[in-house]
């Protein structure tokens, strides 16, 4: 089965720890994307690569790092610089005919305290 | 389940009832939106797309409606379903590779 897959669903960190969430896709995606979504917000854009070893700043990359290595994988690492680091995090790619169309993967609850 | 749909919007509607869900866009240069529908726990599921040179557009038991004039698109879902029942928000994309994501509606049906 095609789609995108972010490993694990539930992760627990300490406050000063950085911490590594997976992001994997099978679906010959050129880009791929890193969201935070928070209680009552809508989505907002970390990071996004187009190519490999390619990525841009979204609106709220501070606190963030990411790493395009390989077409089908998208780590993003949330440092201890990042000051509410506690949210849902949400990886998509989409395919460069119809880049609007945005597949998301399950998500990762992260909760750091 | 997750907390998206804390603090949200609320629409209630009956089983087989139709339902309208609004949404106020920010960039009048923005050409192309899209509606998503997020389960409790899960990623946003794509459900259907309009393009800023079309007023509507028509999928299986859902209609996109797009007022360019005040900035406002809908989503009308006909015959509602339990399976229904999901936060939905829209996205604006003024430029490539840059989504607007509303803070959503969540659906509540009652069978």
């Known amino acids: 089965d095609g789609g995108i897959t972010q490993s694990p669903k539930y992760l627990f960190r300490k406050e000063g720890q950085n911490v590594t969430l997976s992001c994997e896709q099978n679906l010959n995606h050129d880009a791929m994307y890193w969201y935070r979504q928070d209680p009552g917000q809508g989505l907002r854009l970390i990071y996004y690569s187009q190519i490999v070893n390619d990525f841009q700043k979204g609106d709220i990359a501070e606190g963030y790092s990411v790493s395009r290595e390989k077409k089908e994988s998208f780590p993003l690492t949330v440092t201890s610089a990042q000051k509410n680091p506690t949210a849902f995090y949400l990886c998509?790619?989409?395919?460069?005919?119809?880049?609007?169309?945005?597949?998301f993967g399950p998500g990762t609850r992260l909760t750091v305290t | 389940g997750e907390s998206v749909g804390l603090h949200l919007p609320t629409l209630s509607v009956q089983e087989g009832d139709n339902s309208i869900i609004n949404c106020a866009y920010s960039n009048s240069a923005s050409d192309y939106f899209i509606w998503y529908k997020q389960e409790s726990g899960k990623g946003p599921q794509f459900i259907i797309d309009i393009r800023s040179n079309m007023d509507k557009r028509q999928g299986q038991r859902v209609t996109v409606l797009l007022n360019k004039t005040v900035k406002h698109l809908s989503l009308q879902i006909a015959a509602t379903q339990p399976g229904d029942s999901a936060v939905y928000f829209c996205a604006e994309i003024p430029n490539f590779n840059k989504f607007y994501f509303g803070s959503g509606t969540k659906l509540n049906v009652k069978p």
């Open positions: 998509a790619s989409s395919s460069g005919g119809r880049h609007y169309e945005q597949y």
